[in-house]
């Protein structure tokens, strides 16, 4: 029993006691419960906002309200971005004694007559050379009309070619299915070709990509003079069905060659050429300097807008020159009039008076090089040359026709002399043509 009075002031029942000290033990837990859900609710953000930089360190996605940042690259238009290095030479031709040191018990192989300057021709980015004789199987023909083993081609891609010219005077030397057996032989093999055609559906011209440039290749062939409206090739006239099979052209009717040509030029650029190279048969045989239709027909090609002449059909070389367009001053021409012979029988002690001085025993490399910059123009930016010379020597029973290159004839192993003679032939020729262009 309480002994205290209910009017003493310090009185509390007890129940009322308990009553407030449960309230109290509620509100310490509410309270409690609180301060647990902010405490949990402020982890929460803190993990969120360590997890999110954690992303972000992993190449997470940024934060929605960050603007993207942009970088843009500033190309200098007058650096360069890319270069194609063309190697051209001359003609391939296959004598009766050249293919006789070729035979090898079971056919014909020529890889020996390349092997000394094999790797110089498989550097280059692009290798071209004209293939100056028909193919065929069996029955094989010499001088004056041509049919050479396929294995000819294989030689050629062995040594590094990438793309044959084919209009010359002797492509129809075995007739029109001699021409276009030979061009699809060529194109079978794996190289670039024109000039001839294995079919209509081939275009005059080739456009090849190099390193991302695009190269026009043409070629043409001077005609035997014939009537209008027929062609004839080495003196042998061509059926009328052939007439569009080759690219070609008459002396007498050059307004026909270039109304032709022009066209050719204009579908190759608007088939992506950014240079054009004409390969051309012309001019007359063994003469060391061009006649006045080679002067004339390079300097038209130049105002059309070619940018590198590689001649050929003289047998021997001839002076390389710049010219100026006289349409356009700010575009030149790299023309050398004849490359001469890559691989022949052509050889001084067979000559006799045709050509008694060793210039048809002579060939050369010829370099062009292109250039395209950051403002995608293309230019010719640099030309050069190797001067080689067809060194014949026995060995083994026959005969090697090593096409060698004589810039030093201290090197050349067998008759320094005469690759010191040939090498003086070349630069009285073309050094001066050659030094004159200024990329």
Known sequence: MDERSPKDKNYTPRRVSRKKAQQRKIRRM?????????????????????????????????????????????????????TAKVLSTG??????????????????????????????????????????????????????????????????????????VSANNHCYDTSFDGLKRTAKVVRDKGFGQTGTKADLDQKDYEIVDVNGIKIGIINYAEETTCAAGTKALNGIKMAAEANDYVNSFNAARMDEFYKDIEGNIASMKKDGAEAIMLYIHWGVEYALTQNTNQSTVAQKMCD???????????????????????????????????????????????????????????????????????DGRVELSAVDYSPLWINRYAEGGSYVYEITNVSDPSKVSKNSDGAAASLERTKKLVDEGFKSFAG
Do not use: W
């Open 30 to 82: 509410v309270t409690i419960g609180v301060v647990a859900l902010v405490i949990i609710a402020i982890l929460a953000v803190v993990i969120k906002f360590a997890i999110g930089k954690g992303d972000k360190k992993k190449g997470g996605d940024e934060p929605k309200t960050k603007a993207p940042v942009s970088e843009e690259t500033t190309v200098d238009p007058n650096a360069p971005v890319a």
């Open 91 to 164: 003609d391939v031709l296959i004598h009766k004694l050249l293919l006789e040191a070729s035979a090898d018990g079971s056919g014909y192989s020529f890889d020996k007559h390349f092997r000394a300057v094999k790797d110089e021709i498989s550097a280059a980015d692009l290798a071209v050379a004209n293939l100056e004789v028909t193919l065929g199987e069996g029955n094989y023909q010499c001088y004056p009309t041509f049919k050479s083993p396929d294995s000819v081609a294989d030689a050629l891609k062995n040594a590094g070619f990438d793309f044959l």
């Open 304 to 374: 059309m807008g070619v940018d590198v002449i590689i001649g050929g059909h003289p047998h021997v070389i001839q002076p390389a020159a710049v010219l100026t367009s006289t349409t356009d001053a700010s575009h030149k021409t790299f023309c050398i009039y004849s490359v001469g012979n890559l691989l022949s029988n052509q050889r001084r002690e067979f000559m006799g008076s045709a050509c008694p001085t060793g210039h048809s025993e002579d060939a050369i490399f010829v370099y062009t090089t292109f250039t395209k910059y950051g």
